[in-house]
C-alpha cells in the first residue's frame, strides 16, 4: 500500500485516511516522513485557512492550498492521522486593534493546536493581558514563539513569557533587565525590538552574568534605542577583552567568576541592520581543544579577572597603610602581603604582555586575529 500511497499527492492521502478506521490505521501504518506545514489564519477572514507544506513548495512553487475545511484543528489532525510526527507553524495575522477574533481564540485552545503546533508567528493587533495570555500559556521548551507588531501592555508580565527555544518580541518594552537575568539557560535564543534597556541596564546584565551562579540564555539580540551608547558605562566595575576580528565584527568578552558554569564567557558586538543597531550577546562553553583562539581567550580573561582582583586588594592594603603610617610594628605584615601582591600583579601582566594584550583607554585588546 505504501508503494501506491508514495504516488498520491499528501492531500489526497489525507483524505483517503478519513474514510474509514480502518483506512485511517493503514494509512498511519506506512510510515511516511514528518513533514513540516504552515497554516495562515486571517483575523479579517478566520474561515479560510491558506495551508502549505514543504514539499508543495518544492514541486509547485510557492503555490498555497485552500483547504474547504474551515477549521484548523480538524486539519491538523488529519494530517497527524497520515502523517503522524509532523510539525505544525501558525502564522495570524491580527488586523484589529480591540480583541481578537473568537475563531483565532478557539483555535488557540484546541488540543491539536497545543500538542502539535510548535510554531506561532503573530503579526499585529494590540492585545489585552488576557488575549496574550492565550498565547504564552501555549509555551512549551520546544516551542518558537515570535510576535512581530504586536503591541503589548506596559504592565505585562508572564512566568512563561520565556520558555521555549526561540522566542522574539518586536514590543519588547515590558521587559525588564531582570527578566533576562532570570532567564533559563534552556531558551536558546531571544530576540528583542522595541525596549528600554540603556546602558546601564546592559551593565546590570553583564555584572549578573559575572557574579551570577548560573547560565543564562544562549543568544540575545537587542534593538539598541541609545542614539550612542556609553560602552564605559556599560562595562563598569567589569575586566573586558576586546577581540578585534580582521574584516569582522569586534567583539568584547567578559568572563564568569564562577568556574562551575558550563558558559562562563559572555560575547558582546554591536551590528548595524536596516538603520538600526543591535547589541548581540552570545553566552559560551570552553572548549580546550581544537580552538586555539577560544582556549587563549578564555586563558587571558581569567588573567584579567585575577588582575582586577589584585589591583583592588592592593588598594585596599594603600589605603590602610596610609592610615597607620608611623606605626612601624603594626605595619610589617601590611607592607609584606603588599609585596607579595605587587609581585603576583607584577607576574599577571607580564604573562598578558605575553599573550600580547596591550590597553586602550584602560580597556584590554588582542589584534589582529583572522
Same mark, same amino acid.
Given at each position: 500500500?505504501?508503494?501506491?500511497?508514495?504516488?498520491?499527492?499528501?492531500?489526497?492521502?489525507?483524505?483517503?485516511?478519513?474514510?474509514?478506521?480502518?483506512?485511517?490505521?493503514?494509512?498511519?501504518?506506512?510510515?511516511?516522513?514528518?513533514?513540516?506545514?504552515?497554516?495562515?489564519?486571517?483575523?479579517?477572514?478566520?474561515?479560510?485557512?491558506?495551508?502549505?507544506?514543504?514539499?508543495?513548495?518544492?514541486?509547485?512553487?510557492?503555490?498555497?492550498?485552500?483547504?474547504?475545511?474551515?477549521?484548523?484543528?480538524?486539519?491538523?489532525?488529519?494530517?497527524?492521522?497520515?502523517?503522524?510526527?509532523?510539525?505544525?507553524?501558525?502564522?495570524?495575522?491580527?488586523?484589529?486593534?480591540?480583541?481578537?477574533?473568537?475563531?483565532?481564540?478557539?483555535?488557540?485552545?484546541?488540543?491539536?493546536?497545543?500538542?502539535?503546533?510548535?510554531?506561532?508567528?503573530?503579526?499585529?493587533?494590540?492585545?489585552?493581558?488576557?488575549?496574550?495570555?492565550?498565547?504564552?500559556?501555549?509555551?512549551?521548551?520546544?516551542?518558537?514563539?515570535?510576535?512581530?507588531?504586536?503591541?503589548?501592555?506596559?504592565?505585562?508580565?508572564?512566568?512563561?513569557?520565556?520558555?521555549?527555544?526561540?522566542?522574539?518580541?518586536?514590543?519588547?518594552?515590558?521587559?525588564?533587565?531582570?527578566?533576562?537575568?532570570?532567564?533559563?539557560?534552556? *531558551?536558546? %535564543?531571544? @530576540?528583542?525590538?522595541? =525596549?528600554?534597556?540603556?546602558? &546601564?541596564? #546592559? +551593565?546590570? $546584565?553583564? !555584572?549578573?552574568?559575572?557574579?551570577?551562579?548560573?547560565?543564562?540564555?544562549?543568544?540575545?539580540?537587542?534593538?539598541?534605542?541609545?542614539?550612542?551608547?556609553?560602552?564605559?558605562?556599560?562595562?563598569?566595575?567589569?575586566?573586558?577583552?576586546?577581540?578585534?576580528?580582521?574584516?569582522?565584527?569586534?567583539?568584547?568578552?567578559?568572563?564568569?567568576?564562577?568556574?562551575?558554569?558550563?558558559?562562563?564567557?559572555?560575547?558582546?558586538?554591536?551590528?548595524?541592520?536596516?538603520?538600526?543597531?543591535?547589541?548581540?550577546?552570545? *553566552?559560551? %562553553?570552553? @572548549?580546550?581543544?581544537? =580552538?586555539?583562539?577560544?582556549? &587563549?581567550? #578564555? +586563558?587571558? $580573561?581569567? !588573567?584579567?579577572?585575577?588582575?582586577?582582583?589584585?589591583?583592588?586588594?592592593?588598594?585596599?592594603?594603600?589605603?590602610?597603610?596610609?592610615?597607620?603610617?608611623?606605626?612601624?610594628?603594626?605595619?610589617?605584615?601590611?607592607?609584606?602581603?603588599?609585596?607579595?601582591?605587587?609581585?603576583?600583579?607584577?607576574?599577571?601582566?607580564?604573562?598578558?604582555?605575553?599573550?600580547?594584550?596591550?590597553?586602550?583607554?584602560?580597556?584590554?585588546?588582542?589584534?589582529?586575529?583572522?
Amino acid at each position: 500500500m505504501k508503494n501506491v500511497l508514495q504516488l498520491m499527492e499528501d492531500m489526497e492521502i489525507i483524505k483517503l485516511s478519513t474514510l474509514s478506521k480502518k483506512m485511517s490505521n493503514s494509512v498511519g501504518k506506512c510510515d511516511f516522513k514528518p513533514l513540516s506545514y504552515q497554516v495562515d489564519v486571517l483575523d479579517k477572514d478566520p474561515d479560510v485557512f491558506t495551508f502549505f507544506n514543504e514539499r508543495w513548495i518544492s514541486n509547485v512553487g510557492l503555490e498555497s492550498r485552500q483547504l474547504a475545511i474551515p477549521d484548523s484543528a480538524h486539519i491538523i489532525q488529519l494530517i497527524q492521522t497520515a502523517f503522524p510526527d509532523s510539525q505544525f507553524l501558525i502564522t495570524m495575522v491580527i488586523s484589529k486593534t480591540d480583541s481578537l477574533n473568537f475563531k483565532i481564540r478557539e483555535i488557540l485552545l484546541t488540543d491539536e493546536v497545543k500538542k502539535y503546533c510548535t510554531k506561532f508567528i503573530v503579526y499585529g493587533g494590540a492585545l489585552t493581558v488576557n488575549e496574550l495570555d492565550l498565547f504564552i500559556n501555549l509555551r512549551r521548551l520546544k516551542r518558537e514563539l515570535v510576535f512581530d507588531g504586536t503591541e503589548f501592555p506596559l504592565e505585562y508580565n508572564h512566568f512563561n513569557a520565556f520558555t521555549g527555544t526561540n522566542i522574539t518580541y518586536e514590543d519588547a518594552r515590558w521587559i525588564k533587565i531582570s527578566d533576562l537575568c532570570g532567564l533559563e539557560s534552556s *531558551t536558546e %535564543s531571544l @530576540n528583542l525590538g522595541r =525596549n528600554l534597556f540603556y546602558s &546601564k541596564h #546592559y +551593565n546590570e $546584565l553583564f !555584572k549578573f552574568h559575572v557574579n551570577g551562579d548560573r547560565d543564562i540564555c544562549a543568544h540575545i539580540q537587542i534593538d539598541c534605542v541609545e542614539s550612542a551608547l556609553n560602552f564605559e558605562k556599560m562595562f563598569e566595575g567589569i575586566a573586558t577583552l576586546k577581540v578585534e576580528k580582521a574584516g569582522k565584527t569586534d567583539v568584547t568578552m567578559i568572563h564568569s567568576n564562577n568556574i562551575t558554569r558550563k558558559r562562563p564567557v559572555m560575547g558582546i558586538s554591536f551590528k548595524n541592520i536596516s538603520k538600526k543597531t543591535q547589541i548581540c550577546i552570545q *553566552t559560551y %562553553s570552553i @572548549n580546550t581543544e581544537g =580552538n586555539e583562539l577560544q582556549t &587563549k581567550c #578564555y +586563558n587571558i $580573561l581569567q !588573567k584579567l579577572n585575577k588582575k582586577t582582583d589584585l589591583e583592588a586588594e592592593l588598594k585596599q592594603i594603600e589605603t590602610i597603610e596610609y592610615a597607620l603610617r608611623g606605626q612601624e610594628e603594626v605595619l610589617k605584615p601590611i607592607q609584606a602581603k603588599k609585596t607579595k601582591i605587587t609581585k603576583e600583579l607584577k607576574n599577571v601582566r607580564e604573562e598578558l604582555w605575553e599573550h600580547a594584550v596591550y590597553s586602550v583607554d584602560g580597556n584590554a585588546r588582542i589584534s589582529p586575529l583572522d
